[in-house]
């Protein structure tokens, strides 16, 4: 089994930042991409950061510039730096892995649980 746990999502002002996190667990072989999508009401998912293993990173026009998605490899885990934050970010936002497991070479997408973001005054 794999799981992706996220963390840090909340409530903030417009203009704050917020780090969300987001840790793979499990019988884990190959990362191959992290990165975070995002949903807001009544939208359907939409990529926010990408950051693939060896590539270059990625991002949503929307986000360019205010957001900045990191990789620490040791732990498996992603971030994403969200600054001068705005109404029009308020989602949730999933993390999403690329990988293979354990004994296989196979890929397969999985995907967080969801933390929700608001940004509200």
């Known amino acids: 089994q794999v799981q992706l746990v996220e963390s840090g999502g909340g409530l903030v002002q417009p203009g704050g930042s917020l780090r969300l996190s987001c840790a793979a667990s499990g019988s884990i072989a190959t990362i191959y991409i992290m990165g975070w999508y995002r949903q807001a009401p009544g939208k359907g998912r939409e990529l926010v950061a990408l950051f693939p293993s060896g590539g270059s990173t990625n991002y949503a026009d929307s986000v360019k510039g205010r957001f900045t998605i990191s990789r620490d490899n040791a732990k498996n885990t992603v971030y994403l730096q969200m600054n001068s934050l705005n109404a029009e970010d308020t989602a949730v936002y999933y993390c999403?892995?690329?990988?293979?497991?354990?004994?296989?070479?196979?890929?397969?997408?999985?995907w967080g649980q969801g933390t929700q973001v608001t940004v509200s005054s």
């Open positions: 999403y892995a690329n990988l293979a497991r354990t004994g296989t070479a196979s890929r397969y997408n999985y």
